[in-house]
T-cell receptor, first 114, second 115 residues
Framework: DQQVKQNSPSLSVQEGRISILNCDYT??????FLWYKKYPAEGPTFLIS?????DKNEDGRFTVFLNKSAKHLSLHIVPSQPGDSAVYFC?????????????FGQGTRLTINP | ETGVTQSPTHLIKTRGQQVTLRCSSQ?????VSWYQQALGQGPQFIFQ???????GRGNFPPRFSGLQFPNYSSELNVNALELDDSALYLC??????????????FGPGTRLLVL
């Protein structure tokens, strides 16, 4: 039962353009959403998050949009830079027996072409 | 500010053996979570520790166990290793706030190979 899905395994974008990464979820109990970036041989690095009571959060070149009715969120990166090439994971927060558990999508590999 | 650290970075074990992985949380954090990431997948929640107690577990068998110490560092123990336990094991730390919107910060992971 994949509660968080990233349907695009890979995405290729030209440097300077906008990168849009998408994520869908099924559980309406998720109340906090996060995006992480992962380079090979490193752990996931936190990028940006959004609470379920908001529909947009911005931090520099990164903007996350949340559409609760569609159970969809997206990460926009603009302008895209070569250093943005990495695997991006969407994660949703749920509470299990008092613990905060993150449920991750399968990841999208973003490649920025010069 | 010190980030999350994990040791060892790589480990090779044989089926049936036991393994212990270690994690030091980011300074100021009091909660540690462990995740297993298989190749090509997103991380899967194993369990979380807060105040030295396990306070939530994912869909993992009891042979996966852990500890949290008074300095908030943590161990993950896996007994009776199986081939499918081969994965990247990630530790994440966070500060429990009671409001639910805690960001988890990850360490670099331990790559475990079971032969």
């Amino acid at each position: 039962d994949q509660q968080v899905k990233q349907n695009s395994p890979s995405l290729s974008v030209q440097e300077g353009r906008i990168s849009i990464l998408n994520c869908d979820y099924t559980n309406s109990m998720f109340d906090y959403f996060l995006w992480y970036k992962k380079y090979p041989a490193e752990g996931p690095t936190f990028l940006i998050s959004i609470s379920s009571i908001k529909d947009k959060n911005e931090d520099g070149r990164f903007t996350v949009f949340l559409n609760k009715s569609a159970k969809h969120l997206s990460l926009h990166i603009v302008p895209s830079q070569p250093g943005d090439s990495a695997v991006y994971f969407c994660a949703a927060s749920a509470h299990v027996q008092g613990a905060q558990k993150l449920v991750f999508g399968q990841g999208t590999r973003l490649t920025i072409n010069p | 500010e010190t980030g999350v650290t994990q040791s060892p970075t790589h480990l090779i074990k044989t089926r049936g053996q036991q393994v212990t992985l270690r994690c030091s949380s980011q300074s100021g954090h009091n909660t540690v979570s462990w995740y297993q990431q298989a190749l090509g997948q997103g991380p899967q929640f194993i369990f979380q520790y807060y105040r030295e107690e396990e306070n939530g577990r994912g869909n993992f068998p009891p042979r996966f166990s852990g500890l949290q110490f008074p300095n908030y560092s943590s161990e993950l123990n896996v007994n009776a290793l199986e081939l499918d336990d081969s994965a990247l094991y990630l530790c994440a730390s966070s500060l429990f706030s009671g409001f639910g919107e805690e960001t988890q910060y990850f360490g670099p992971g331990t790559r475990l190979l079971v032969l």
